[in-house]
């Protein structure tokens, strides 16, 4: 059973789920078995982070719940996803776009050639409601990100890290969806840069109320701004709760924030450090 941490706020056991995910498998190449059984809940309404070290089992997790495995080469081979009460593991990523679920790439992947804007108006593509909505929809997207605004007529590929991030976002604002996953939204950026575009999350969660799946390996940051969080050890989830109570847990202190509570310890203590886990004995 995964340890589970308690925090002040309503246990998302507790609360009606937007995005379930339940005991999933997933192999890539009909042979690499990557995720071994993982669950977990995301209500509306709230920032959920994904949490671990590279080949940890985050971005793969994403891809299973936004359907872009078979581009990958992989699938869902037990467990199932159910997003807004309906199952959609098996479903088209096309599709599952139109029903509200939308994932910013690692590496952000703007259209180099286009404007900005451009950027922008493609990820309304399979949208329905008209070009005024989608002109509503592009006005709010500036009000959340003003640089691109000012910036709405340069390539993409003219426009710094932060600012192409920014743009990937706020493409997938135009979509108008209910789930937004993030994958390593602090990659390659600034840290003032990463600081403004997580306030930016956090301003869309609360006033929009987009709900977000994050996957970071900034476990810092992806705390101060989330609500709960999920580590993820070797394709498993070994440990999740409240982002506050799993900033104060003393593991996560040691093994992702670089913090101790203890004394010095020697280079032979580091370097056996997995072995020490307490959530994998």
Excluded at 39 to 66: Q, W
Excluded at 74 to 89: L, Y
């Amino acid at each position: 059973m995964t340890p589970t941490l308690t925090g002040t706020p309503q246990p998302l056991a507790a609360q009606a789920a937007l995005l379930q995910v339940n005991g999933i498998e997933v192999i890539y190449n009909h042979v690499i078995l990557v995720l071994k059984g993982v669950s977990l809940s995301v209500p509306a309404g709230r920032i959920v982070a994904l949490l671990g070290g590279n080949g940890a089992g985050k971005t793969t997790t994403l891809r299973a719940i936004s359907c872009l495995l078979r581009a990958e080469r992989g699938q869902v081979t037990q467990g199932s996803i159910h997003f807004d009460g309906q199952r959609i593991d098996q479903d088209d990523a096309a599709a599952l776009v139109q029903r509200g679920v939308v994932q910013v790439m690692e590496g952000r992947h703007c259209f180099a050639h286009l404007s900005v804007e451009d950027n922008l108006l493609a990820g309304a593509y399979t949208r329905r409601d008209g070009r005024v909505a989608i002109q509503n929809s592009l006005e709010k997207v500036y009000a959340f990100f003003p640089r691109l605004k000012t910036r709405r007529r340069t390539q993409a590929a003219y426009t710094s890290g932060g600012e192409q991030q920014m743009c990937a976002i706020g493409r997938a604002l135009m979509a108008s969806p209910k789930l937004i996953l993030l994958d390593e939204p602090s990659m390659g950026l600034a840290p003032q840069v990463v600081d403004e575009v997580f306030g930016i999350v956090r301003e869309l969660n609360r006033h929009e109320g987009t709900t977000f799946v994050l996957a970071e390996q900034n476990t810092r940051m992806a705390l101060r701004y989330a609500d709960h969080g999920y580590i993820l050890e070797n394709g498993r989830v070994v440990l999740d709760g409240t982002a506050s109570a799993l900033a104060e847990n003393g593991d996560v202190r040691e093994f992702y924030l670089g913090l101790s509570d203890k004394d010095k310890r020697s280079f032979r203590d580091v370097r056996s450090y997995r072995r020490r886990k307490r959530w994998l004995s």
